[in-house]
């Protein structure tokens, strides 16, 4: 049993109340391991960077304060999971690739070789020209086309 309270301002934050009462205002949640393990390690951050609270395991958490969390979570993150490359524009940097991801198909730009980042396990970051981060979580699950176009950039 939690002995904090979430709730909402009228700006639509996160307030955290403590169990003396106090509120702070503008509290962020925080993965510790947004791609590994999404629903464990959540900590609970003031707006000056302090700690609030730690959350071991998210579905521990009751109904109200865990659908909060999770709302804030999925406003601040995106990280599009690919799940099919469709085309390439060239197998030279930059290209322009075009995905099909778990939010829909999109097209981005691809700066180099050097934005793909390998992370633990199969587990691939892709950084396009903006800075959003796309999502490979198996790219051994992925279709034949899609492996042959990913490896060309490998």
């Known amino acids: 049993m939690i002995d904090w309270q979430i709730e909402r301002n009228a700006f639509g934050r996160l307030v955290f109340i403590d169990t003396q009462g106090q509120r702070h205002e503008n509290m962020v949640p925080v993965r510790a391991f947004p791609i590994a393990a999404p629903d464990d390690g959540i900590s609970l951050v003031s707006q000056d960077g302090h700690e609030l609270a730690w959350i071991s395991h998210l579905s521990a958490l009751p109904e109200g304060p865990r659908a909060e969390i999770e709302r804030e979570l999925a406003a601040r993150e995106f990280v599009p999971e690919i799940r099919r490359l469709i085309k390439v524009s060239s197998f030279a940097t930059p290209s322009t690739w075009t995905v099909d991801t778990d939010r829909g198909e999109t097209s981005f730009v691809l700066r180099g070789e050097e934005d793909i980042r390998r992370l633990s ?34």
Request: charged share 25%; aromatic share 6%; proline share 3%.
């Open 121 to 154: 396990g199969a587990t691939m970051l892709v950084a396009d020209a903006h800075g959003i981060q796309f999502l490979i979580r198996d790219p051994m699950a992925l279709d034949r086309h899609s492996r042959r176009l990913l490896d060309r950039f490998l």
